[in-house]
Nanobody, 125 residues
Framework: QVQLVESGGGLVQAGGSLRLSCAAS????????MAWFRQAPGKEREFVAA????????YYADSVKGRFTISRDNSKKTVYLQMNSLKPEDTAVYYC??????????????????WGQGTQVTVSS
């Protein structure tokens, strides 16, 4: 069993920054790939970023590439999402997720096994 708890969301003006954190507990954190997804009101949940179990590979949605950075600290069992140059269209609930299947990093939400409760990010114009 894996528990994931996100934090760091809030209200920020366009152009500002936020850093989300996702703290994991339970099974060995360093063994699995991690990702961030988001869901805006009235929209489907979408992939944002993912990172391999050792942090050597990262993947980003085109909409956030160059603005967001995913990272992890396995000693702290935490994954981060640094969000810069935020836009109103980044407004959403952000979820972290864990993929317990060994292998390549995946970007489909259906491949992820455990999810946090989400943290709200609101970007005002």
């Amino acid at each position: 069993q894996v528990q994931l708890v996100e934090s760091g969301g809030g209200l920020v003006q366009a152009g500002g920054s936020l850093r989300l954190s996702c703290a994991a507990s339970g099974r060995t954190f360093s063994n699995y790939n991690m990702a961030w997804f988001r869901q805006a009101p009235g929209k489907e949940r979408e992939f944002v970023a993912a990172i391999s179990w050792r942090g050597g590979s990262t993947y980003y949605a085109d909409s956030v590439k160059g603005r967001f950075t995913i990272s992890r600290d396995n000693s702290k069992k935490t994954v981060y999402l640094q969000m810069n140059s935020l836009k109103p269209e980044d407004t959403a609930v952000y979820y972290c997720a864990a993929d317990l299947t060994w292998g390549r990093v995946r970007t489909s939400q259906h491949e992820y096994d455990y999810w946090g409760q989400g943290t709200q990010v609101t970007v005002s114009s």
